[in-house]
T-cell receptor, first 116, second 113 residues
Framework: EAGVVQSPRYKIIEKKQPVAFWCNPI?????LYWYLQNLGQGPELLIR????????DSQLPKDRFSAERLKGVDSTLKIQPAELGDSAVYLC??????????????FGPGTRLTVL | GDSVTQMEGPVTLSEEAFLTINCTYT??????LFWYVQYPGEGLQLLLK?????DKGSNKGFEATYRKETTSFHLEKGSVQVSDSAVYFC????????????FGKGTTLSVSS
């Protein structure tokens, strides 16, 4: 079974430029999460989707960040414009809301963003 | 709000030494508890979990017991290997399915031969 796929793995941009990250969750997983991981810290939730609905976006900085999950499968996270402080690893995770693994989140490898 | 506190690293051990990484939590309800591991250059992987008090999660020689009375979920391994070198994260989530994980800051383990 394929895991969570993210691309790109690395991205370097100049400040004020836009950037987008893509995530393909595990097939059949209805819940999708975007987390932000700063250096030396644990991941923190940005947004959570159940199918195509964003059910928790309270931690998403909506002035510059946006996300979408069309058709309840793939998701894109966008930053426009990027700031120096956005340099971090952006993690995508997915999970099932039923069955014996209902509380298990599976993570992708992350996208490491560097803003110059 | 809910939170997780884990011991700061780095933890440096010799091969075959005993490992303990402390983790305590604060939660309003009765959360599920997890240990995730992040090997260099890789994504987070679930190492073990426990969903109720007194449950013991175990995997790859690692163990952790859900202690409600001390609000702890300490990670232990009797004999570490060089391949265990990684960053370990303690995390919790509400029992309701689909809720986000709340992570500790992570503890870096370095094992030398």
């Amino acid at each position: 079974e394929a895991g969570v796929v993210q691309s790109p793995r690395y991205k370097i941009i100049e400040k004020k430029q836009p950037v987008a990250f893509w995530c393909n969750p595990i097939s059949g997983h209805n819940t999708l999460y975007w987390y932000l991981q700063n250096l030396g810290q644990g991941p923190e939730l940005l947004i959570r989707y159940e199918n195509e609905e964003a059910v928790d976006d309270s931690q998403l900085p909506k002035d510059r960040f946006s996300a979408e999950r069309l058709k309840g499968v793939d998701s894109t996270l966008k930053i426009q414009p990027a700031e120096l402080g956005d340099s971090a690893v952006y993690l995508c995770a997915s999970s099932l809301d039923s069955g014996p693994s209902r509380n298990e989140q599976f993570f992708g490898p992350g996208t490491r963003l560097t803003v110059l | 709000g809910d939170s997780v506190t884990q011991m700061e690293g780095p933890v440096t051990l010799s091969e075959e030494a005993f490992l303990t990484i402390n983790c305590t939590y604060t939660a309003t309800g009765y959360p599920s508890l997890f240990w995730y591991v992040q090997y260099p250059g890789e994504g987070l992987q679930l190492l073990l979990k426990a969903t109720k008090a007194d449950d013991k999660g175990s995997n790859k020689g690692f163990e952790a017991t859900y202690r409600k009375e001390t609000t702890s979920f300490h990670l232990e391994k009797g004999s570490v290997q060089v391949s265990d070198s990684a960053v370990y994260f303690c995390a919790l989530s509400d029992r309701q399915a689909g809720t986000a994980l709340i992570f500790g800051k992570g503890t870096t383990l370095s094992v030398s031969s």
